[in-house]
């Protein structure tokens, strides 16, 4: 059984920054792409914020493009989240996620089939 576990989340002050942890079992990452999303309160899950896929191409949204970045260690099947510079704004659940069989990408959550059970980000100004 696949299983994603985030890590890593808490509080920071605007500007500061944090690393967060994507450790996956009962799957490899050769065939697969790892995305992160966030759900601030009270709004929907937004589009992926990045993925890395099997091949070490990345994908970065506009929001956190040169702020986040993405990376992955394949020994160790985790895939990590540094964020850095960040804003209230950021405030949100973060989930990490694994790209449905024959999807080497995904920027809609619906190409993603398996979900960590998240960890909050806040933000404080």
């Known amino acids: 059984e696949v299983q994603l576990v985030e890590s890593g989340g808490g509080l920071v002050q605007a500007g500061g920054s944090l690393r967060l942890s994507c450790a996956a079992s009962?799957?490899?990452?050769?065939?697969?792409?790892i995305g992160w999303f966030r759900q601030a309160p009270g709004k929907e899950r937004e589009g992926v914020l990045c993925f890395i896929s099997g091949d070490g191409s990345t994908y970065y949204a506009d929001s956190v493009k040169g702020r986040f970045t993405i990376s992955s260690d394949n020994a160790k099947q985790t895939v990590y989240l540094q964020m850095d510079t960040l804003k209230p704004e950021d405030t949100a659940v973060y989930y990490c996620?694994?790209?449905?069989?024959?999807?080497?990408?995904?920027?809609?959550?619906?190409?993603?089939?398996?979900w960590g059970q998240g960890t909050q980000v806040t933000v404080s100004s």
């Open positions: 996620a694994r790209t449905r069989p024959g999807y080497s990408g995904g920027y809609y959550y619906q190409e993603y089939d398996y």
């Open positions: 009962g799957s490899t990452f050769d065939d697969y792409a």
